[in-house]
């Protein structure tokens, strides 16, 4: 479906459509896995979302990690869960249904501890109704090489990406996890391995101490940082990626208001996810589309898509750029930060 074709719920008046290849979307916005479900569906429309995307889903059940699993750490969280799962047929018989009352295009994370094992899920998904693409959460370890992150890996990165395309008849997007040397690398193997889109990025793995008890504050002694911390790295992330790949990517780490969104949708990303902004506020991600929309509106923009990758890299072209004077609900500064000329 081209972006033009795509169905409108919800009229936000400028066009926020958005593609990722076949599947259009209503508005650039959607929650992070793990981070907001249809059990929220009571808060707001869920409908005027671009997308739900579901929690990680393992093939079998499998418990979480051992207490405690959140800590709060300044401008983020760290989160150890372990992604506890009830397995995908419960997942089909129980979980889905939920999602299947609202018409926003759900999307189904996967999880792995082996690459067989990504692509049992997309065996026992295929054709499975309700399920708009498949999102590939390889942050997990693989037991069979060692326990190191899947992701680390460009060759196990393509194998999974590949297989489970093999094996799927809707979009295959994999998230990538922050934790390596050279992300632009791992991005190639997923467009090699045949992904629609990427998703940039997961947690980084962090670390907290209690000075009382000199014990991790966590209980797996170490998780996964995420919040505003972690922004301007995913920020470079997703420009990284974006320079390495000509698929879309989807912006994820640290947005909290639309000023986020709207610097990872410049730097390259055609779709962003909120995360831990939900967890203080469920509603977070509508003030991110209706800042988006005020932006687009306010800039005379034709469309959203008007905007993407338009990271302006000519030093002299920024320096000359007009004053910054963006609507109070994008969350931008009102005034732009004096630049050093005018310092001087
Ligand atoms: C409590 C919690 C649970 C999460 N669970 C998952 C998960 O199941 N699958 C996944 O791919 N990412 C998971 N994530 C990572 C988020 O989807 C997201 O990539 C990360 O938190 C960065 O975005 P944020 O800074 O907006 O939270 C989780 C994050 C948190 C905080």
């Known amino acids: 479906m081209s972006t033009q074709n795509a169905p409108r ?33 009571s808060l707001f429309d869920l ?42 047929d419960a997942f089909v018989e129980q979980i889905l249904p939920e999602y299947r009352r609202w018409q926003t295009p759900t999307i189904v994370s996967l999880g792995g501890l082996s690459v067989e094992e990504y692509w049992d899920l997309a065996d026992r998904l295929r054709g499975v109704p309700g399920i708009a693409a498949l999102e590939l959460n390889v942050s997990c ?41 050279s992300i632009a690398e791992i991005a190639r193997a997923s467009e090699a391995g045949g992904a629609t889109a990427i998703t940039a990025v997961n947690t980084l793995v962090g670390m907290a101490v209690d000075l009382d008890t000199r014990a991790p504050v966590i209980g797996n002694m170490v998780g996964g940082l995420s919040g505003p911390a972690i922004k301007p790295i995913a920020l470079r992330m997703v420009w990284e990626v974006r320079k390495a790949v000509s698929i879309p990517v989807i912006g994820c780490g640290g947005i909290a208001r639309a000023c986020d969104a709207l ?32 932006y687009v509106r306010d800039r005379g923009l034709e469309s959203i898509r008007d905007l993407i990758g338009t990271l ?33």
């Open 141 to 181: 370890p693989n037991l069979e090489a060692g326990g190191i992150e899947m992701g680390a890996s460009p060759a196990q990165v393509e194998a999974v990406v590949r297989g489970v395309v093999d094996r799927s008849t809707v979009p295959v997007i994999s998230k990538l996890t922050p934790n390596v040397t």
């Open 263 to 294: 610097e990872f949708l410049v730097v390259g990303a055609t779709v962003v996810q909120v995360g831990t902004a939900t967890f203080t506020r469920p509603d977070a991600m509508l003030g991110v589309i209706d800042g988006i929309a005020d």
């Open 9 to 41: 719920r919800h009229d936000y008046g400028p066009d926020l459509r958005v593609a990722l290849g076949p599947l259009g979307l209503d508005n650039p916005v959607m929650p992070a896995s793990g981070c907001f479900g249809p059990e929220l569906g």
């Open 312 to 344: 302006r890299t000519d030093r002299g072209a920024a320096e000359t750029a007009p004053e910054l004077t963006l609507a109070a609900s994008t969350g931008h500064p009102a005034q732009p930060a004096p630049s050093r000329s005018v310092q001087r």
């Open 47 to 88: 409908n005027r979302l671009g997308a739900m995307v579901t929690k990680t889903i393992f093939f079998g059940a499998r418990s979480g990690n051992p207490a405690h699993r959140l800590a709060e750490t300044p401008g983020g969280m760290l989160n150890s869960v372990g992604i506890p799962s009830r397995g995908v």
